[in-house]
């Protein structure tokens, strides 16, 4: 009886692995077909390489710099003022794009001074750590931010910004300009995204505005409300150029709106002071309404993301990856972009969150599954078609490639906030000057000082507004958690302005 036992689940074991081995043969024994290019796996169809494959960098390089002179291009004072150290790569990669630029930069310009020097000096100095001393430079840009200061409580910071004078103004200069474009220097062959378009040094840049910013506040607290503004504004439109265009990769976009961030918190701390009259308070105001429009970010980095993943998967391919399906992989990531930018028309910001997470969470869950369940994997593979296997090799090929969108997104809608919180404190004070009291409602604000309504972008609707009994009054944003916690700073996007008039 025990020997039927045996025999029987040979025989069945024997059935199974013919099913398996069967299956495979049906599916074709072959590898993946080659390469596809079409609008369904490529996307773009042309320039292509001399290998047959897409040439995305050319492609996106072609829309980029469209339009773009010596006159209108923001990254060639930019460059001049940071020098070398603002692009990335080695020597014959700067000097390629500082050729298509028609740059020169003398290596001993007096270019901007980036912190880890100063922070280095200062640790040597006092005996504290780089880190301690990057930590303590940390919070006094913080204060600085938030805060009316001076030289004798921000030493470090007073000495960063006027050792850094000159290039500073050379961004403002660059802020007046329309474009800003540094052109592709991919060491690969063919060239690839992937480092075309890393080549901007975003820890200088972010180092430039965090210096504009602190400038801005320190003329603001000695009173010279004129160099504070021209500062603000410059900080402003740099940031926005860095948003725009779609040569860049998220980390420019990021910086950008770190940078718009801190404009806002500025223009924020100048409608709280006493000294802000009517006449300069619609001046800041009509300059901010003048402001070029915010970029639909969040639309752009899906598309850029797209062409990254694909060039992605033409690397792969290039590589011979046993199994690697290019044309599935390619397919999907079109499948997933589509899918994303259709999300972005939905308007509820909560439901555009989820859409965009979602597809993350299903390849974490996945990936997650498989880990903890080897054996089934195992079993998976071998009773799977060839076709099969190898549309799932690719797909842990490719499994965290197409990033997140779910915080380009939350990034794009905070800062829309944040600039309408501006226009809205800036309206508030004006109307206060003029009138002698904050108004009831926002929409007194309409179309006397605000062409329409200032809106929180979370919510899908007008900002929140109260004026208090004691006549001041708080205007803010129910925040990335969609509560209502009545202009608690803590937790929503608040701005409170006092109740001193100045005429």
């Known amino acids: 009886m025990l020997r039927r036992r045996w025999v029987l689940l ?92 028609d740059l020169t930069l003398p290596a001993d310009g007096k270019y901007f001074v980036a912190l880890d020097p100063l922070i280095r000096q200062w640790a040597k100095e006092t005996g504290m750590s780089n880190l301690k001393a990057d930590e303590e430079l ?8 938030e805060n009316l200061w001076s030289a004798t409580e921000l030493p470090l910071l007073d000495q ?29 062959n063919p060239p690839s995204l992937g480092d075309a378009y890393t080549r901007l040094n ?12 602190a400038r801005a506040t320190r003329s603001l607290s000695a009173g010279d409300w004129d160099a504070a503004w021209k ?5 402003y439109r740099l940031s926005r150029l860095l948003q725009g265009g779609s040569e860049r990769p998220p980390i420019r976009e990021l910086v950008g709106k770190v940078g718009e961030e801190r404009a806002a918190d500025v223009v924020s701390l ?48 290039r590589k011979g990856y046993a199994g690697f399906d290019c044309n599935y992989a390619m397919i999907s990531q079109n499948e997933r972009a589509d899918a994303q930018l259709a999300a972005l028309e939905i308007p509820d910001y909560a439901a555009v969150e989820r859409a965009l997470k979602r597809p993350g969470e299903d390849i974490e869950r996945d990936l997650k ?5 080897k054996g089934l994997f195992v079993l998976k593979r071998f009773f ?32 829309r906030t944040r600039a309408e919180l501006a226009k809205a404190a800036l309206a508030l004070v004006t109307y206060r000057a003029e009138n002698g009291r904050f108004p009831e409602s926002l929409d007194a604000l309409t179309p006397t000082y605000l062409p329409k309504a200032p809106r929180d972008s979370y919510m899908g609707k007008p900002l929140a507004y109260r004026r208090e009994p004691d006549g001041s009054c708080i205007v803010y944003s129910f925040g990335q958690n969609l509560k209502d916690d009545g202009g608690n700073v803590a937790k929503d996007l608040a701005v409170r302005l006092g109740t001193k008039v100045v005429k």
């Open 10 to 101: 040979a025989v069945v074991i024997l059935v199974l692995l013919t099913i398996g081995g069967g299956l495979k043969w049906i599916d074709g024994r072959g590898r993946p077909e080659p390469m596809r290019v079409s609008r369904e796996t490529t996307y773009i169809t042309k320039p292509l390489n001399q290998d047959g494959t897409v040439n995305y960098v050319a492609y996106v390089d072609a829309i980029a710099r469209e339009g773009v002179t010596s006159e209108n291009n923001a990254a060639i004072k930019y460059l001049q003022a940071v020098g070398p150290q603002g692009l990335k790569g080695g020597p014959a990669s700067v000097q390629q794009i500082l050729r298509q630029l």
């Open 138 to 145: 940390d919070k006094q840009f913080d204060a600085a931010r």
């Open 160 to 188: 960063w910004i006027t050792d850094n004078g000159a290039p500073l103004d050379l961004l403002v200069e660059a802020s007046k300009m329309s474009r800003f474009y540094v052109p592709p220097a991919s060491g690969s």
């Open 202 to 213: 975003m820890s200088i840049t972010s180092g430039t505005l965090k210096c504009l910013t």
């Open 231 to 235: 500062d603000v504004y410059a900080l």
């Open 270 to 317: 100048m409608a709280q002071q006493e000294s802000l009259n009517a006449s300069r308070a619609r001046a800041i105001l009509k300059d901010l309404l003048d402001l070029p429009d915010l970029p639909p970010t969040t639309k752009t980095d899906i598309e850029d993301a797209r062409l990254f993943a694909l060039d992605l998967c033409q690397e792969t391919a």
């Open 369 to 373: 599954y498989w880990t903890d369940h």
């Open 384 to 415: 799977s078609s060839r076709r099969i296997n190898d549309q799932t090799t690719t797909d842990l090929v490719m499994a965290g490639i197409f990033p997140n969108c779910s915080r380009w997104y939350t990034y794009e809608v905070n800062c």
